[in-house]
Nanobody, 119 residues
Framework: QVQLVESGGGLVQAGGSLRLSCAASGRTFSRYAMGWFRQAPGKERELVARITIGGSTYYADSVKGRFTISRDNAENTAYLQMNRVKPEDTAVYYC?????????????WGQGTQVTVSS
């Protein structure tokens, strides 16, 4: 079992930066691949970025070059650094975890943190 708690959301002006954190419980964080998702009002949840246990990353085209996902296994925390944010980045951001090798679906989710980008 893994419990995830996001933090770092808030209101930011377009062009600004924000860093989201995802703190995980337990002592096996290093065995979990992590992902950041977001859901805007009236839209489906979408994958923003993900990172494997080995540190390989993937980004959605809409955030590539602006967002950076990382992890600190010693701190049991995953991060999403958001730079040059745009109004269309406004959404509730969720972190998720899946045990490496268990399949493609994410089994554990945080409660979400709101990010609002003003124009």
């Amino acid at each position: 079992q893994v419990q995830l708690v996001e933090s770092g959301g808030g209101l930011v002006q377009a062009g600004g930066s924000l860093r989201l954190s995802c703190a995980a419980s337990g002592r096996t964080f290093s065995r979990y691949a992590m992902g950041w998702f977001r859901q805007a009002p009236g839209k489906e949840r979408e994958l923003v970025a993900r990172i494997t246990i080995g540190g390989s990353t993937y980004y959605a085209d809409s955030v590539k070059g602006r967002f950076t996902i990382s992890r600190d296994n010693a701190e049991n925390t995953a991060y999403l650094q958001m730079n040059r944010v745009k109004p269309e980045d406004t959404a509730v951001y969720y972190c998720a975890a899946r045990l490496a090798g268990s399949g493609a679906s994410y089994d554990y989710w945080g409660q979400g943190t709101q990010v609002t980008v003003s124009s």
